[in-house]
């Protein structure tokens, strides 16, 4: 399966990061290129739960692609899920339920970011995905 045009950016980026120092800075600068969701975009209804940090998540269809906006109010988790929907913004239903969460983090060198606490709470925004992509 192809990567959406941002998944292949990030992952050149981060593979060009040479410390962990550097990627942690780069994971802070996606974040901060999230565009923000408006307060009526933060309603419970589009809460995503289990995240230990606050996240909201909507999602629309155009012709056939999923299209996806989230945000947090936790500045490392904006970045994960800034990261997650570079890989998954474009995608069909059929391959959004195919994106290896784990691997894909495991390719951008960001593992050891990923707690188990902040795994699960990634697996919760993508499983919302699922679940609004039907």
Request: hydrophobic share 45%; charged share 20%; glycine share 8%.
């Amino acid at each position: 399966m192809s990567l959406p045009a941002d998944a292949g950016a990030a992952l050149d980026t981060f593979r060009n990061a040479a410390s962990w120092e550097q990627r942690a800075r780069l994971l802070m600068q996606w974040g901060e290129r999230l565009p923000a969701l408006s307060d009526e975009q933060k309603v419970d209804a589009n809460r995503v739960h289990g995240c230990e940090s606050r996240v909201w998540l909507v999602g629309s269809l155009h012709d056939g692609h999923w299209q996806f906006a989230a945000s947090s109010d936790a500045r490392l988790i904006r970045g994960l899920v800034a990261l997650l929907l570079a890989r998954v913004n474009g995608l069909s239903a059929e391959e959004l339920r195919q994106v290896d969460l784990p691997d894909w983090f495991n390719q951008l060198g960001l593992s050891r970011q990923l707690s188990p606490s902040r795994s699960n709470g990634l697996n919760a925004v993508l499983q919302r995905m699922n679940e609004l992509a039907g």
